[in-house]
């Protein structure tokens, strides 16, 4: 790691654990989810505010069910790890409680012990689901796997995957931790580890078998089923649920491989965020009580999870099919975790070291109603993402090799800005020709999208990165071209380039949902928060 990124990185562990939340909460706006609080109960009784990991999406019907049994409203926020970590940092004074994927973000959120009662309300391995017929090819559905048998596959040209961020998701963080683990051969990770060039080596060509990246464990899952992928990594209970849409459109499955000397495990901990109010505290105990209950726990095994490290209940095996490679007897033995240097240290060398590099171009609307406060805010929003130091705080640093494309538009894609390199001096110069542009003329999203995308294809190998246009508008489009002609750049280009946008002011939401299901990508909505909205997408790629 050259002299530069060391110094961004102790200040990105500086920034992480300082127990002054003050400097956290000056630094960094918290993220909302694209679709806000979703809420669960009758509105009469005491309300307890959630935030939790996206994976969670599936036991609302259990939740719908928790609110009617205890009179106790629920309202909950997905968020992403990281930022369950973060908020947690800042004292979380939005929530009463925090329910991550892992106890590892408890372990490094709470810096301010605010959390009492965490307790495990499921358990999931992370695991990798192949397509059945891939995974037969392999070997894989003969015996055990290990990370370097995947690895060869990968090698040899034979897999790809599709994996969350490590920086970002705990699904992604989780399985990354587990390839570093069994590379290595060890049961203690080190600093003095991850300078190892064998392990350097290794765990870049295994992180080049990534086709896609995602934010959002959920969302992984929601992009495979679209797409024509080989293998994901996710938890368990989410291989289980894609299947189960996979069985019934009558398209192949997955199948379940569980790495043996790489084994990560989400333990889903439901803790309450104490903010001295008695009331809250005892309504979210019913919560937990009614989680943890036989009932609730019959019906969390129902979606796929499971509530012990041996086996699941009598009844549920129907659940957890034998023929999609699902394992049931094997006893759970996860990784350790490491130190939480250690750990922080390995996560900025996948960002800007190990991974596939991201190539991105941002199309970002100069329009004239962008004039002042959606400009101050646009800069704002790339700031975060260009300049290393708050990159750093985000675990969103630049890689070494990675390329960064700005487009700016208006009713034409009227300049094209690239970084020569990914140094913090080349992406600060991205920042000032931003700074320095005016906001001025109509809107031509479809103009820009189609630049963008043409432009990468001529002169990139795709292959190499992963790929992205991030488009930012504030309004409709009303230029020359349309949504026809992007689509028939983009068949034309034929490459899987997913087209992100960023919901803000007056914008169209139906055409930049119409460019997201075209390229496999989501929507962002920028609106409340449009810093939050560049943080958030720049964990897809």
């Not at 409203?73 to 990281?82: C, K, P, R």
């Not at 993402?385 to 640093?397: F, G, P, S, V």
């Not at 992406?427 to 931003?434: F, K, N, P, S, T």
């Not at 992007?486 to 169209?508: Q, T, W």
Request: hydrophobic letters at 40%.
């Amino acid at each position: 790691m050259n002299g530069e990124k060391r110094k961004v990185l102790a200040f990105a562990l500086c920034a992480l654990f300082s127990l002054c939340s003050a400097l956290l909460s000056g630094c960094i706006p918290q993220t909302a989810p694209a679709g806000g609080a979703h809420t669960f109960g009758s509105g009469l009784g005491e309300k307890i505010r959630i935030l939790s990991g996206s994976e969670n999406q599936e036991l609302e019907g259990i939740l719908k069910e928790c609110a009617k049994k205890t009179g106790v409203n629920l309202e909950i926020t997905y968020q992403g790890s990281v930022d369950i970590m973060r908020t947690l940092q800042q004292g979380a004074g939005e929530y009463d409680a925090v329910w991550p994927a892992s106890s590892l973000w408890l372990s490094l959120g709470d810096t301010g012990h605010l959390v009492k009662h965490a307790q495990s309300v499921s358990l999931t391995p992370v695991v990798f689901g192949i397509r059945e017929s891939l995974a037969q090819e392999l070997g894989f559905t003969q015996g055990d796997v290990s990370v370097r048998d995947i690895l060869q596959a990968i090698r040899e040209g034979k897999m790809s995957f599709c994996m969350t961020s490590a920086t970002q998701s705990n699904s992604g963080s989780s399985a990354y931790l587990g390839f570093l683990y069994a590379l290595l051969g060890t049961d203690e990770l080190t600093a003095q580890d991850l300078e190892s060039e064998s392990l350097k080596t290794d765990i870049r060509e295994l992180l080049s078998g990534i086709d896609r990246s995602s934010g959002s464990s959920d969302w992984l899952k929601e992009m495979f089923l679209k797409g024509d992928f080989d293998a994901m990594v996710n938890y368990e209970c989410l291989i289980i649920s894609a299947n189960r849409q996979l069985e019934q459109e009558g398209r192949e499955t997955l199948y379940a491989v569980y790495p043996y000397d790489g084994l990560s495990i989400a333990d889903s901990p439901l803790g309450y965020v104490d903010h001295g109010d008695d009331k809250k505290e005892e309504a979210f105990l019913k919560v937990q009580e009614y989680l943890l209950s036989q009932e609730a726990q019959d019906a969390i095994q129902r979606t796929g999870r499971r509530t012990g490290y041996e086996g699941v209940k009598e009844g549920n095996e129907d659940v957890f099919r034998k023929d999609w490679g699902i394992d049931t007897e094997r006893i759970l033995s996860p990784i350790p975790v490491p130190s939480a240097e250690v750990l922080l240290e390995a996560l900025n060398l996948y960002q800007t070291e190990f991974r596939k590099p991201s190539l991105t171009v941002y199309c970002l609307d100069f329009s004239g109603s962008m004039k002042g406060k959606g400009n101050e805010q646009l800069v704002e929003a790339m700031g975060q993402i260009l300049i290393q130091e708050n990159a750093a705080k985000n675990l969103l640093l630049a890689g070494e090799d990675e390329v960064n494309i700005i487009i700016p538009f208006s009713d034409t894609a009227f300049d094209t800005w690239i970084a020569p390199d990914a140094s913090a001096d080349s992406l600060e110069g991205l920042y000032r020709e931003i700074e320095e542009e005016i906001s001025v003329g109509g809107t031509d999203i479809y103009q820009a999208a189609r630049v963008g995308l043409e432009l990468i294809a001529a002169n990139y190998d795709l292959s190499r990165y992963t790929p992205a246009i991030i488009l930012m508008t504030d309004g409709m489009s009303n230029g020359s071209e349309n949504f026809e002609d992007f689509r028939e750049a983009y068949e034309a280009v034929g490459a899987d380039v997913p087209v992100f946008s960023i919901l803000f002011g007056d914008a169209k939401k139906s055409e930049l949902e119409a460019l997201a299901e075209l390229t496999n990508a989501r929507v962002f909505d920028g609106r409340k928060d449009l810093v939050g909205a560049f943080r958030s997408v720049k964990g897809y790629n």
